[in-house]
């Protein structure tokens, strides 16, 4: 985590995208991130989303920077819509 604050501080994405949210710990660590950085916003992309993980992550008040896409991340019509959010 540390390596990754580093790298993320140095880079100063506009967007970070996250394959495999599971709970969405990693997506409100991004968001911290960019709340920071006042730079930055965060697309978590999972096969399966959970309705209470999804419920729990847009209730976070760092929502305002964290986008979800549900569907598998290789798939075509995902990965337009994860170019879509760039």
Same mark, same amino acid.
């Given at each position: 985590m540390f390596r990754m604050q580093e790298l993320i501080y140095r880079v100063?994405?506009?967007?970070?995208?996250?394959? *495999? =949210?599971?709970?969405?710990?990693?997506l409100i660590f991004y968001a911290t991130l960019c709340k920071a950085m006042e730079r930055g916003r965060i697309v *978590? =992309?999972?096969i399966e989303i959970r309705p209470h993980n999804r419920a729990a992550i847009e209730d976070h008040f760092l929502s305002p920077y964290i986008t979800l896409i549900e569907g598998d991340s290789v798939a075509p019509d995902v990965l337009d819509q994860v170019r879509s959010q760039i």
């Open positions: 100063k994405p506009d967007v970070i995208i996250e394959t *495999g =949210v599971a709970h969405g710990g990693g *978590g =992309v999972d």
